[in-house]
């Protein structure tokens, strides 16, 4: 059994899921990051999906791209994982307000 198989969709519902996300729907791109970052364990796919999800305006998805940005440790994901973090803060996402605490100030 699959450590993660309450996230694995078949194919056909991933099919249904992608244009939902490519259409706007934060919800089906979230699900689709879940699938492929911890199902399919394609972390590429699932990093696409997880950006699409923060376009679309879901705060999780946000604080979440803004961690992996942040935890690379790159000169621009420090910046470019704030900006992402501080959305998810005006979503409403108190983790992501916790993370802004311990930021480095601008």
């Not at 364990?41 to 803004?66: K, P, R, S």
Request: hydrophobic share 45%.
């Amino acid at each position: 059994m699959h450590l993660n198989a309450d996230l694995c969709l078949s194919e056909s519902q991933i099919g249904e899921l992608v244009p939902q996300a490519l259409g706007g729907a934060p919800e089906a791109a979230f699900r689709l990051f879940l699938v492929y970052g911890f199902c399919l364990t394609d972390i590429n796919e699932g990093f696409f999906w997880l950006e699409i999800a923060a376009e679309n305006g879901h705060a999780v998805g946000q604080y979440n791209l803004g961690y992996k940005l942040i935890e690379d440790n790159k000169p621009t994901g420090l910046l470019r994982g704030r900006f992402w973090v501080e959305r998810a803060a005006a979503n409403g996402n108190s983790a992501a307000w916790k993370m802004l605490q311990s930021l480095p100030a601008k």
